[in-house]
């Protein structure tokens, strides 16, 4: 009898350790995925960019988009990934309420340490790195559409990684991390990084332009503005679809899956903040958010480049809460967020700001629509695990919305400026006026020309 | 409208905005509405073109 039940314990334990390993192979996998399916976000914002330049200037606006993405994987590997986990508190370095942050678990972050490369004992930190890394490029990218066809090269890069491995790096350490003061003490509830993610980097941008100036013939000396058409919009919807796409990724690395020593619950997926949700919250939400956003769009503007655009807004407008909104109201959310859109564009470009692609609009004010409204929607859910914790609230989300346009105008505005007292911001006017891709790319995008097509409708 | 929860380990089954109330079918309604006006919108933008045209 002893013997059988040592026999029976042994073949528990067996199945116990192969149960482990599965489960941490799944969730090993399940990050790893989330990382090639981002990259497709920059493969869009390449396409979306290049064609939204004028055949002047796509190269050079190819090269820079490439060089964000580039410089972004060092950096935040550098110090950005340290930033997320010293920070949570504020600017003490402090321990956190779940002892998950402060000077001294950020330690383990450093590049020098055990966790930072390859390590038979640690198949989370590498996966979770490569997503966050991600999320960081995605920032940069959004920046960069904003900023074409006049921002130096080497200036736009130093910005790039000032925004993605800092600024908003920062912002989701306040409000994203489990221990970020902005969660534990007003409520913020930010699933989907509307406000830490898009509307950050859409204030960067907007911080930038003022600085950076408008494109040479975006304004008349009257000061009305003048349309400059991109070369190639069937490929910045394309781009635009591309960017939908791995949109999925970068929403599905923001789910905690279950089983594992740092996840929040044994049997149940959660959010960043250890509030309970599935992957079917994602499915739901997403589809009925981006097509609100392309029927509100389309409702207000009739064109392609607004639809798409209008898709990515649908989303962004409900990602604060995807992982709880009921599908109709993600709907209507979204319709609203794709119906926003024009009328917001076009009070930025008759006030001087010439925002190539409606990266501000889009990401900034439509990120801060959504984190903001899921104030009302999502009033009294708890923020983290635990009796007695803050409750997402309109005025949290509120507070969320402006510490958010701070950490990305303010580095934006202050950065851009020291470039430009520096000579390093805005490329020469013979330069611009020649095109970025005859003065200083080697190819050309183009070489046998471009027939043109037949013009618009009105 | 919102949440009532003292804990997230209280959050099971349905757990969307509004689940067991009412304010789901004013959501739904809602969405519908949306969807009329955009197409009756959308179907009078590009009867208004084509008459433009034929001017």
Known sequence: MEEQLA????????????ASVTNTMFAETYYYLTIPLMVIIHA???????????????LASGIKNILAFAFMMPTFYFFGWWVYWGFPTGITFSEG??????????????PWTESAGPNLDDQATGVFWGAFALFAATTASIF?????????VVGFVILAVVLGSFAWVVAAAWGWHADGWLVTQWGVHDFGAAGLVHAVAGFFALGVLINLGPRIGKYNEDGSANHIAGHNMPFTVTGLMLIIVGFWGFLMACVIVPGEGWSWYADKATTIYGTPMTLSSLAFNILMGMSGGIIGAWAIARDPFFMMSGALAGIIATASGLDVYDPSLAFVMGAAGGALLKPCYNFLDKRGIDDAVGAVTVHGTIGLFGLIMFGIWGSGLPAIQGDGVATVSLVGQLV???????????????????LNALGMLRVAEEAELAGLDLTKVPLQA????????????? | MGFDLANVDEMTGPI?????????????????????????????????????LKK
């Open chain 1, 7 to 18: 026999e029976l314990a042994a073949k528990v334990a067996e199945l116990e350790a192969a």
């Open chain 1, 44 to 58: 869009g914002f390449l396409a979306y960019e290049m064609g939204a330049s004028r055949q002047k200037n796509v």
């Open chain 1, 97 to 110: 309420a779940m002892g998950i942050s402060g000077a001294e678990y950020a330690a383990f972050a450093w």
């Open chain 1, 144 to 152: 960069s559409g904003a900023v074409i066809e006049r921002i130096q």
């Open chain 1, 400 to 418: 969320g919305a402006v510490v958010f346009f701070l950490l990305g105008f303010v580095p934006g505005y202050v950065v851009s400026w020291i």
């Open chain 1, 446 to 458: 183009y070489p046998e020309g471009i027939v043109p097509s037949a013009p618009a409708a009105e």
């Open chain 2, 16 to 52: 969307f905005t509004g689940a067991g109330s009412s304010m789901s079918t004013v959501w739904f309604l809602l969405a519908v509405l949306v969807c009329i006006y955009t197409l009756w919108s959308g179907y009078k933008h590009e009867h208004d073109a084509y008459k433009k």
